[in-house]
């Protein structure tokens, strides 16, 4: 079974500054580990994905995330938000073989402040 | 390109009642799973669907059950509705052959009373 723990509940920052949102996750087997973001009413969106391969994903909006294998972490950062990042953002992890359950953490309420 | 769409974007029950949500996939999607999302908390996994068959199951009372159609479409069905049954609820498509990628659509509001 796997887990994920998103260490802040919220995260208050100014506009262009940068960010870090901290997720860990729990497997034992290997797994993909994604990010979304989930704006006020809205459905989930994904901001990016790690599936094999480079340990730095990239995504949209200027966000990354890096796969720490030995750490079981996988942090999103963006160098410098705005005001439109303001969301809740979830990390996620899957198993990726024998299994189709997506497990998701709690979230972290970014809050951009100007 | 239509993306994941959902009806209805709201709805009102009542303790007991029973309820219909549905869902359409992504375009050239066969693959739906539904997520339970209470307020403040991350999605909690329902089930997934391919080919008309439930392929694997959350931790989820046999109250909730679900569908495929040949078209790929799908509905939930929530019976003997509870107040904790009070959520977003959330469906996702994909294809099978990237089970990884899913996309979400908007999502249902359902308050029970």
């Known amino acids: 079974a796997q887990s994920v723990t998103q260490l802040d509940s919220q995260v208050p920052v100014f506009e262009e500054a940068p960010v870090e949102l901290r997720c860990n996750y729990s497997?034992?087997?290997?797994?993909?580990l994604f990010w979304y973001v989930q704006y006020p009413n809205q459905g989930l969106q994904l901001l990016l994905k790690y599936l094999s391969g480079s340990t730095l994903v990239k995504g949209i909006n200027g966000f990354e995330a890096e796969f720490n294998k030995s750490q079981t972490s996988f942090h999103l950062r963006k160098p410098s938000v705005h005001i439109s990042d303001t969301a809740e953002y979830f990390c996620a992890v899957r198993a990726n073989t024998g299994g189709f359950k997506t497990i998701f953490g709690a979230g972290t309420r970014l809050f951009v402040k100007a | 390109d239509a993306g994941v769409t959902q009806s209805p974007t709201h709805l009102i029950k009542t303790r007991g009642q029973q309820v219909t949500l549905r869902c359409s996939p992504k375009s050239g999607h066969d693959t739906v799973s539904w997520y339970q999302q209470a307020l403040g908390q991350g999605p909690q996994f329902i089930f997934q669907y391919y080919e008309e068959e439930e392929r694997q199951r959350g931790n989820f009372p046999d109250r909730f059950s679900g569908h495929q159609f040949p078209n790929y479409s799908s509905e939930l069905n929530v019976n003997a509705l509870l107040l904790g049954d009070s959520a977003l609820y959330l469906c996702?498509?994909?294809?099978?052959?990237?089970?990884?990628?899913?996309?979400f659509g908007p999502g249902t509001r359902l308050l029970v009373l």
């Open positions: 497997s034992s087997v290997s797994v993909y």
């Open positions: 996702a498509s994909s294809l099978l052959t990237h089970g990884e990628t899913q996309y």
